[in-house]
């Protein structure tokens, strides 16, 4: 169970993060955003209950399908919507891109292009945490897919001898680009992976929002004291396409129709809310995002000189 | 007999005609065929046709110890960068086992791979990383940069028995083009000459070529005759046909759309100022990425790159034209 | 898998003794003929049931990919010990001409796929041998021999998945020495922090793991026997742990050109200072523990061993001596273009 106060502030950042998305999506048909666009519509909820819980200070890493997380972890949607236009305004002056939205200002340390490449920066995060003896955690998010990817083997072990505050966030949507799980591991249950290193582990399903938040919290109230590590897999949905452009002809229409009765929002809607709340928010939500597609329009793109100036640090 | 289809058809062709002609082709990878209903899966069966997890080293790997076992796979890598998850067995050991073997084994192997994919897919997805791998003895790489190349090239890729990374440009994947029906292979290390001319000898990769012909057309406005060479292959590089075309024009541009260091353009380059200096009338100039990441925004990512302007101009430049740029 | 007759028993006896003198007389290359053997070895002493043990299970076809830790398949599968000896010191006549040396062996026709230097990196090749060998229906398998320490990488991890997923006839023999180098596996290890047999790890790849002693050929075989004949049925692969502790040091020294090579003591004594361990290992040596419990079982007569100790010593001679006549290769042959393409 959740306080209203709590329910209040996910909604609010799921609403964001949909209807951001939903924005991305048309604007990606005009072109106004163009190039590789993953989208995290169905997921908004693990975004807003994990991030949600986590100071500045704390560490985020992502992967490709990144813009919600980077959303909840704070980064202000005018500007993360300025660099998918690729302006000067963006969280990384147009440079980026959806896949490589860094704010390190409000503790979102990267997503990343290639799968699970960034399983091993957090652990360097969470371990430098643990040096400094402060009560900071590092989070990574992941996908099914990655799981299979060498660097989390290698990652896992790691993060389990030296028992750092890491808490790995998969978000199992069954499928790892246009294949299912089961075209890609015997186990069915990432939680089971890891299984031979005695972590922490917990599967909840990502579309009840209040279920994501006690999981994590708990963990997170166990790494702040100095446990770790933690995996906490989330069962999610992918709406969309693995990206958009995506014709999708590889998904069971069944399984669709089984998934839309498990959008996040939907189902904290009805558990907690009652219709003119949830409508007020869904309104000043949209207001934030229509702003935002303003500013990134208004944005210029950079001068293409300054790419000289961002190779090396001085 | 040819007829029109695009690049990517022209790749899959390949693949799948070989297939049928050699039962040792395997093809694998990463979003490869997961459905028993794919063409692939109905004419070669599951033992041959595989989807595989990500996992770039074991999918490498496993390629490396099926060539040792006397087969001939073809690896889907989707992006040449991937292909960096698993750098130990792409430099390290597919292209090494043979020589320090003393001869005794072969790697038939090909990496299939994308690059170039500089329509907004930013900075990990979008290098033209392949110059690197001229420095590895033993890796041979192709780059075609027309349907028929892309389907002849593979050809020869999946024939030749040692590890091959055959790269195509995703800029060219819906570009149409005449291409030969039935059996049909391109030799390696044979220049193509694209166009012909007396003026400058303009040597470019992949999409690049593209590029060139379109500068080709404009100089020829002018009055400049282009004279515009795909190597097709950057291991084994055809030198002989670039010196022997240098020697008629006597001025050489590079062009790659990798960046200027480590890259194909440097070598290309260095080969024609060791063995050609004395045809050469002016310096040889090189036109490449600029050598930073490529960044996501549209005009930074245009700016970075080599582009029909920047090839024309650096022509001009060659041929004492315009001012030499600052 | 077929039983161990007494003639094979005393066949997997001859085998360990021959890749312990073999192995002996590498050491001793570096003390009595100095700068002829350049680089880094690895020995396998310690180690000898557990190879003879898994390959003793192999029949025609069967194929293996080992490390840099590769003397002892080949000796185990019949191949020439002067040529492995000329190898290792860069001769002509060498098993590869003199082009890899003591790291990169192979013997395509013996099965022997090859090596690889690099931790772990054999792993992913041998589940491709074993798709191979799956193709070809006629119920072969592939060994893939590796260290502790490759069970830490990503290689592993992406193989096991894969040979599981796809049921490839294919055996993982860790050969556990409890060392990385001169890291201990509690150090580096999660499982064995917890004090677990890392044949756990099968449990991520829903693979049988089993932990075997690995100085006990007979142990062995069966154990890799087992998983052998899983994998011929096409149920599968399996993760085997054998459990073994090498004698020598993880390879001679590391030094420039002009620094004289050695093998130093073992890591437990150098880095950890626990000589107990090492003599309590030496007590344990698999090599006279089999040869005392032939003969306690009357498969084999003392005289007879004696014999057999002996000849392998003119077996090993002979190699050294051949090695040591046999020149170097044309320098030119380096740029033998036929080897660095096929």
Redesign the interface.
Known sequence: MIDGEAAGRLLRTMWRIRLFEERVAQLKRTLVVHGLIHLSIGGEGVAAAVCGQLRDDDAVYSGHRAHGHAIAKGAPVDRVMAELMGRVDGLCKGVGGSMHLVDAEHGFMGATGVVGGNLPMALGTALARHLKGTDQVSVVFFGDGAV???????T???A??WRLPVIFVCENNGFAEFTSRE?????ERVS???????FARETVNGSDVPAVYEAFGRFLSEARAGGGPFLLECLTYRRRGHYEGDQQRYRDPAAEQEWSERDPIARLTEHCFDDDVAAEIEREAATEIEAAVRFARDSPFADPGIVAELVYAK | MAREIPYIAAVEEAIFEEMGRDDTV?FYGQDVAPSDDHRFVQAYGR??V?V??I?????????????????R?VVELLMAEFMLVAM??VV??APR??????????V?VVFKAGYGFTAGWAGQHTGSIYGAFMGF??L?IALPSTPADAKGLMTTAIRD??PVCYLINYLLVLEHGDVPEGEYSVPFGQAAVRREGGDVTIVATGWTVGRALAAADALAQEGIQAEVIDPRTLNPLDTASILSSVEKTGRLVVVDQGTRHGGASAVIAAEVAEHGFGTLKAPIAQVTALDVTVPYSEPMEAYVLPNEEKIAGTVRQVLGEAPVAA | MKQLDNDRLVWMFTQMLRIREFEERVKRTFEEHPGVIRGHTHLADGAEASIVGSLATLQPGD?L?ATYRCHGYPITLGTDTKAIMAEIYGRKD????????SM?L?D?GRGF??T?G?VG?G?????????????RKQNQI?LGFFGDGAS????????L??A???KLPVVYVMENNNYNVATRSEQ????A??G?PLS???????MPGVTVDGGDPVAVYEAVGAAADRARAGDGPTLVESKVYRLSAHGNIIAPPGVPLHYPEHEAITVFGNREEYEAALRGDPVPRFRARLIEQGVLDPARADEIAQEVRDEMDTAVNFALEDPYPDPAAAA?T?????
């Open positions: 299979q990817a060498g660097h989390f083997n290698e896992i072990n790691l389990a001898l075209e890609h591991s015997t186990i089971d992976v890891v299984a031979p290193y005695g | 395997l033992d041959r595989r595989s997890p996992s770039e080293t074991a999918e490498i790997g496993m390629a490396v110890g099926l060539g040792l076992a006397g087969y796979p130990n067995q390290n050991e086992l043979r020589y320090m073997s003393g001869g005794q084994v072969k038939p003895p033993g041979k028995d040692n | 194929q990919i060498g098993l590869c001409g003199g082009y890899g040396g990169h192979v395509p796929l090859g690889s690099i990196q792993i992913p090749q041998a589940t491709g041998a074993a798709w191979a060998a799956q193709i592939v830490k990488q990503g290689a592993f991890h992406e193989s998945n894969l599981s997923l796809w580096e290890d999660a499982n922090a917890a677990e756990v790890k099968a449990k991520a790849y829903s033998r036929d080897y660095v393409y096929a």
